[in-house]
């Protein structure tokens, strides 16, 4: 195990509770939908997505799906996603771990621009508000305002998200 980084905004415990709340939000939003598709952004943002797919499955009746979004950042046009699951007339979640210009947000949308979805929304475990591009947090953990020169991280180990802290 690693050690902890000084400036913690988030434990493990209140990340956990977090991301309950943020399930309990998704199934009261999506009280009529069969099935939610969740589009987590590489690396850390999948592993948000898998934790709210286990909390999702324990709460909701209808079928909750993981994919896999890939950016690069060089060339943020050229996004790609797997497994490439059917997402007409579907909800879409995009998920990811940091929300600061909602750069990464916007450049995720990319590939479910090609078919019609019921509705893309989006969830992110920190929020810092500092949006350049024209992007709405559905689900948020935690809102954080931070000055430009601050960043915040958050730091996982396999599946287990084991902190956010600003560095």
């Known amino acids: ?55 999702l499955k324990q709460i909701l009746p209808g079928e909750v799906q993981l994919t896999e979004i ?20 579907q909800v879409v979640i995009v998920v990811d771990d940091v929300a600061n210009t909602g750069r990464t947000l916007f450049f995720a949308m990319k590939p479910f621009m090609e078919a019609i979805p019921a509705s893309i929304q989006t969830l992110v475990l920190v929020d810092r508000q500092h949006k350049l ?6 689900y948020t953990g935690y809102s954080l305002a931070t000055t430009l020169q601050e960043q915040i991280f958050v730091q996982t180990e396999g599946d287990d998200i084991v902190c956010a802290y600003i560095h």
């Not at 939003?29 to 709210?52: F, K, M, Y």
């Not at 890939?70 to 007339?89: G, M, T």
């Open 133 to 138: 591009f024209p992007i709405h947090i559905d």
């Open 70 to 89: 890939h950016i690069n950042k060089s060339h943020p046009l050229d996004c790609s996603w797997e497994p490439q699951v059917p997402y007409e007339r």
């Open 1 to 55: 195990m690693t050690s902890l980084p000084s400036h913690i905004v988030l434990t493990r415990d209140m990340i956990e509770r977090k991301l309950k709340r943020m399930a309990y939000e998704i199934a009261e939003h999506n009280e009529n939908v069969s099935q939610i598709i969740l589009a987590g952004i590489a690396d850390r943002g999948t592993v948000v997505a898998r934790r709210i797919q286990v909390l």
